[in-house]
């Protein structure tokens, strides 16, 4: 039944290929699942910011279908400032599990496309001197979100001896940062020399050649001889694809979404309903976390109006005794005012009673010398009037 089903519906893979540019990722991808899932339509980029682009193929063989999601990510590594190049791509990657998060955190759910990314193809430069600080910044950031399998990529540029010293370097740089890349397992009945040690020596070609004794294999050829792509004994392509796409597909999936994903949703869950308390609240349910916390909302918000009627009651008190205080100084300032009007007006009735007097006096001064100027005055007219009279007489 479970093969059955298999077959009817297929598989989902998302693959995303990560490395500076002249790597061979496009050949690679082409010569792995032996199609041109890169177009020759693309034009080349002459910008060097990263962008993720994704390309979708729908691949069968044998009547199983394989949904393909190749997400690729030009200009990765080739600016001359790379800081921060890998945020598009753990972006992008935590994008996925916030959309798988999102449908089933909705009351009515659908069936959506899984497009959490399943493995991640990181290619390193084969110059020999392990990894530089852009791949070990990228791998810290993502080997717990994706599945992370590390590649040298053209590795006939290298010797069989240059290669296992490169690997093993790569290896203890890898121990040394504490990066986790994912192993593939093996079967209880294998042996432990049977263990697959990453990085994988890779070499991708799309052309056929045909050798002196007419048999025809895809490789790459050079002055000092031919490279055969699906030799394990030049490349480990053939292994890789053998382990990415037939024995360990599952698993890939399977690890992505009980693992990866799960530690994604349970760290961001917690955060959205723990806060603080996100420890205390792991095996709590999602949404009697959230009831929880509406309560504790609820509760704040009642504090909260609380706080804030006591503060408005006590500046109300403030403003009413400021104002209280400021009448009873206007009020002062007025009984001041008054006094000082009294006083002054008490002056200027003490100043006119004075003035009144001296006019009295004055006036009475002036009257008696009237009164005698005229009576003198009478007393010469009658003096006069007699020494005419007598005049007369004697004329």
Known sequence: QVYRKALTKGFEFVLLVVGETGLGKSTLINSMFLTDIYTSKEVVRTERTVEVGTHHVVLEEGGVKLSLTVVDTPGYGDAVDNTDCWEP???????????????????????????????????????????????????????????????????DACTKEELEVFKQKIREQLAEFEISVYQFPRDEDEPESSDISLPLAVVGSNVVIEDKEGRKFRGRKYPWGCVNIEDESHSDF???????????????????????????????????AGGDHGAEVITKNPLAALEDESKDHFHKVCMMEKEMEEIFNKKVKEKNMAFETLKQEHKEDIERERHILDLERAKMLSKRAEFDKEKKEWESQIFGSTYKCSRSMEYLGVKKRGLFSLGSMFF
């Open 89 to 155: 791509v753990v972006e992008y990657v935590e994008q996925q599990f916030d959309k798988c998060l999102e449908a089933e955190t909705r009351v009515k759910r659908e069936i959506r496309p899984d497009s959490k990314v399943h493995a991640c193809l990181y290619f390193i430069a084969p110059s020999g001197h392990g990894l530089k600080m852009i791949d070990v910044e990228f791998m810290k950031r993502l080997h717990d979100k994706v599945n992370i399998i590390p590649v040298i990529g053209k590795a």
């Open 238 to 272: 053939s292994l890789l694809r053998h382990l990415l796409l037939c024995q360990h597909t599952q698993h890939l999936i399977d690890l992505t979404t009980t693992t990866h994903y799960e530690n994604y949703r349970c760290d961001k869950l917690t955060r959205l």
